[in-house]
């Protein structure tokens, strides 16, 4: 649900308002019957907010409406991961975990949609753009979560090419 800005995790499990996919199996049943799996990468614009001008989580809901036309999808049928909604941000270790998961939870997606628009980084006053989101690691991984699920996708499980 979009709310105008981005939710930490633990708000947003609280309120009872996560769903939680816990395997590649469910998220292929999720797919199978339709919804689509939405894996928005981004860089954060400051050290404690990934989002503070909400410029980011704008482009989020546009590119969420875009999709649901395109694909012809009720906003119901889309889950969205987004790191600091869907990972946990107050426990380190949890955290850790999770961030250790990215490229499977990538993976495990239908799509993954690269959010950068041109900005300010809060504290160091740097421009972060697709540029300098393209020099990041982690947003590196994230696209090469992507990656594997359509590589793998292209092969059975005996590793032979199929159709897709």
């Known amino acids: ?3 105008g800005q981005l939710q ?3 708000g947003l499990r609280d309120s009872h308002r996560l769903v939680y996919i816990n395997d590649a199996g469910a998220a292929r049943k999720l797919r199978r019957k339709g919804s689509l799996i939405i ?3 981004h860089q954060w614009l400051s050290l ?3 989002d503070p001008r909400n410029l980011q989580s704008e482009e989020m809901a546009h590119a969420l409406n875009e999709i649901s036309q395109e694909h012809r999808v009720r906003p119901d049928q ?3 991961f987004v790191d600091y909604s869907s990972m946990p941000q107050t426990c380190l270790d949890m955290q850790l975990l999770a961030i250790q998961s990215l490229v499977a939870y990538a993976a495990a ?17 740097t421009v972060c753009n697709f540029d300098t989101y393209a020099t990041r690691l982690w947003c590196r991984g994230e696209v090469f ?6 590589t793998s996708a292209a092969h059975d499980q ?7």
């Open 1 to 3: 649900m979009y709310t």
């Open 8 to 10: 930490p995790h633990e």
């Open 39 to 41: 894996f928005f990468s």
């Open 48 to 50: 404690r907010l990934p």
């Open 78 to 80: 889309i889950y969205t």
């Open 109 to 125: 997606s239908t799509l993954t949609v690269i959010i950068c628009p041109s900005s300010v980084h809060m504290d160091f006053g």
């Open 145 to 150: 979560g992507t990656c594997l699920l359509y």
């Open 158 to 164: 005996d590793g032979q090419r199929t159709r897709r």
